[in-house]
């Protein structure tokens, strides 16, 4: 049975100390056997099996939460491309969505993916393709309310081509930002993972018309090797 999550940031030494090597299988393509092997000795990937997480990018909202603190108790938040969990299972003990912390506001935490996805208690999961017509109303009646915080870890499927790949996900995450001016409360916090590479610029200047504050942030769980980064943008103006 797997460990209970903490939602706590420890610290990952000492849990492997060998390198695995792949070796190349017959119909592998050299670039599948890299990205195993990179999997095999990734100190978050093991972290995240040890402590019951998802996937490893629950230690990538574990991080950004740690330093801009916005998945408060009571907080409403939404999760897009929530699949297969990891965000979410960091967010239920921060926003005390199973009402554990007695005293504290209880949270609520809706995630939306476009496939199913294991229920996980303290989280209301809905299959939904959050650019449909009507999904912002959904979204707020299934919440009881707009939203304190949006926050998106989606990416698009890779092609391999670098610049058409930063362009996807690019435009997603800018339909995210449309979906969050929908479903924000004002005051509220929109989180996305973005690629550095010249398009962001536009997103920048959007969201800083809608936000009091504008941050960049690449947390040390999130590969040296990547060019992600996370874009946290809080004081919705509503």
Known sequence: MAKKPSG???SGRGLRDLTVKVKTARGRRLSSTRWL???LNDPYVTRAKAEGYRG???F???EIDDKYRF???GARVVDLGCAPGGWLQVAVPRVNALGEKSGKKVGTILGIDLQEVEPLAGCDLHQLDFMDEGADEKVKEWLGGKADVVMSDMAASSSGHKQTDHLRI???CEAAAYFAFDVLEEGGTFVAKVLAGGAEGELQKLLKQKFTK???YKPPS????SSEKFVVASGFRG
């Open 214 to 216: 504008v941050a960049n």
């Open 56 to 58: 490893r990018a629950a």
């Open 60 to 62: 990538k909202i574990m």
């Open 222 to 225: 999130s590969r040296s090797d």
């Open 170 to 172: 690019m435009s997603l």
């Open 37 to 39: 092997q990179r999997q």
């Open 71 to 73: 998945l408060v108790p």
């Open 8 to 10: 706590k940031n420890t």
